[in-house]
């Protein structure tokens, strides 16, 4: 793909995640609604058409993080996650990704309820020895925050599934586009919020939303 299309297509996907982003933000007072992946299902009774969407969890996935461990839909089983993709050698938006992302790493560090995935997108460069040192410059734990690796395919399957655009681009900074968007998921699994990770306004509303996932959820169980 050339680099024109390819960004091309990736600001009519951020447009188009600005548009659900915003539609999450604006009803503050009901419960905050799920995004994709989604499945449409149509139904024919007494001849008429029924459609109905049913949003699917977020499928089954394994990756490998910084200190070794496996990392699997059970890691983040009863907890809220957020997730991005990057790669460490990135030169333009990754650093204040992950600026951003410590910000709220550190806001929630004593809530166990909630954990960080990040996955490269660079997995020929970015061994879990690499990752590692990243995340003891970050000062970051495992425990709390994974930063992963894998299959490459496997890697741009998810992001394609997550709605983000990530993949090789030998024309762009670093070999890699990729968005710099922050998914929240709650603890079935399911997106509920899409924010832009670079910017520091996007992020304390993640923060407010990650905080009312919580109590929404506490008051359910």
């Known amino acids: 793909m050339k680099q ?20 999450c933000q604006e009803k503050e007072s009901g419960p905050m609604p799920v995004l994709g ?7 024919i009774i007494d001849g008429k058409l029924l459609t109905d969407t049913s949003f699917t969890k977020v499928r089954p996935f394994s990756f490998v993080d910084q200190d070794g461990n496996q990392v699997t839909e059970a890691t983040v089983e009863g907890k809220i996650y957020v997730t991005d993709f990057f790669f460490t050698s990135c030169p333009t ?3 204040k990704m992950k600026q951003q992302m410590l910000r709220l790493y550190h806001a929630f560090e004593e809530n166990e309820d909630v954990i960080f995935l990040s996955h490269s997108i660079d997995p020929k460069r ?50 890699y586009a990729h968005s710099g968007a922050f998914l929240l998921v709650d603890k079935n699994r399911q997106i509920r919020g899409i924010y832009d990770g670079t910017l520091a306004e996007d992020v304390d509303k993640l923060e407010m939303d990650i905080k009312r996932l919580l109590s929404d959820e506490n008051r359910a169980e």
């Open 4 to 23: 024109g299309s390819y960004w091309k297509s990736l600001s009519v996907s951020l447009i188009a995640l600005g548009v659900l982003a915003q539609g």
């Open 37 to 43: 992946p989604y499945m449409v299902n149509d139904t």
């Open 93 to 95: 938006i990754c650093p």
């Open 126 to 175: 970015d061994s879990v020895a690499r990752l590692h040192n990243y995340a003891e410059k970050l000062g970051i734990s495992s425990h709390r925050w994974h930063m992963m690796t894998g299959d490459r395919d496997e890697i741009y399957g998810m992001a394609k599934h997550y709605m983000i655009a990530a993949q090789e681009d030998e024309l762009a900074p670093g070999g």
